[in-house]
């Protein structure tokens, strides 16, 4: 059977902080690596978001989150239907928060959020920047390593879960030793770096999810060779923040 998946990147003109569209250029690779075929839409300002198996949404400043917050509220209930139907999403830090109840900046309107994640975020005084080590417990490899750098505080709630327990770093506010959030195949997440690329376990874990969505059933993935990418990703295991 040819495989085939869609991908989706919302916003890359205003949300790609610190190299997130990295996260991007690994899902293509690492399925074109396997033969995988692959559909991929840029999603910009006035464009439906629809039709996709995976969606990614990157980090940003403040001002460049307002505007898309309003651009996602606008299909908010086709957003959540989507959801519910199985897509895969990837946030992370600005387009992680958007994907929650709300974002309070600093100074500012509070931003209306799309509910994908029972989750909220208030900016707070201290920016949190510097090398994040976390540990989750459902990938076969159970650490996530990234960078973070916000101000926002991410509180969980209801049936949404972390996506992993802190070990070194801060993720979502500093105090409860999470990290990110998870809900459906929705996950959110703080750790720019790019994320992927240095975590090739969590890109394949969101490509099996995406094959599952499209073809109802789960699919193996074949084995890379991942020394690179792993060799990353142990060099940053509790690297020093
Ligand atoms: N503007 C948000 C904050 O400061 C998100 C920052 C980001 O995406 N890195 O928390």
């Known amino acids: 059977m040819n495989l085939k998946i869609s991908i989706a990147h919302l916003y890359p003109g205003l949300l790609n902080l610190y190299g997130d ?17 692959t559909e991929f839409e840029e999603i910009n300002p006035g464009d439906k978001i629809y039709g996709h198996d995976l969606y990614f949404i990157g980090g940003g400043q403040d001002k460049q989150q307002v505007e898309v ?22 946030g992370i830090c600005g387009g992680y928060q958007l994907m929650g109840h709300y974002y309070q900046p600093f100074e500012g ?25 976390a540990e989750t417990d ?26 992993a327990e802190i070990i ?6 500093g105090i409860d030793k999470t990290e990110g959030a998870r809900y459906k195949n929705v996950f959110g997440t703080y750790l720019h770096g790019s994320l992927l690329p240095k975590n090739p376990h969590f890109a394949d874990y969101l ?34 923040y």
């Open 207 to 240: 490509i099996e999810l995406a094959l599952e969505k499209r073809y109802g059933e789960k699919i193996e993935l074949k084995q890379l060779d991942d020394k690179l990418e792993l060799q990353t990703h142990y060099s940053l295991v509790n690297k020093a």
């Open 109 to 133: 309107d509070r931003l209306n959020g799309i509910s994908l994640l029972d989750a909220y975020t208030v900016a707070g005084k201290k920016r949190f920047i510097g090398n994040v080590t």
């Open 168 to 173: 070194t770093g801060n993720g979502n506010n």
């Open 69 to 90: 917050a309003s651009e996602l509220f606008r299909q908010k209930d086709n957003l959540t239907d989507q959801r519910d139907e199985g897509a895969v999403f990837l």
């Open 21 to 37: 569209r990295g996260n991007i250029i690994t899902l293509l690779r690492r399925c074109e690596w396997r033969g995988i075929e």
């Open 138 to 163: 459902f990938l076969t490899l159970k650490t996530l390593v990234g960078f973070e750098n916000h101000s926002g505080l991410t509180y969980l709630q209801g049936k949404t879960l972390p996506l």
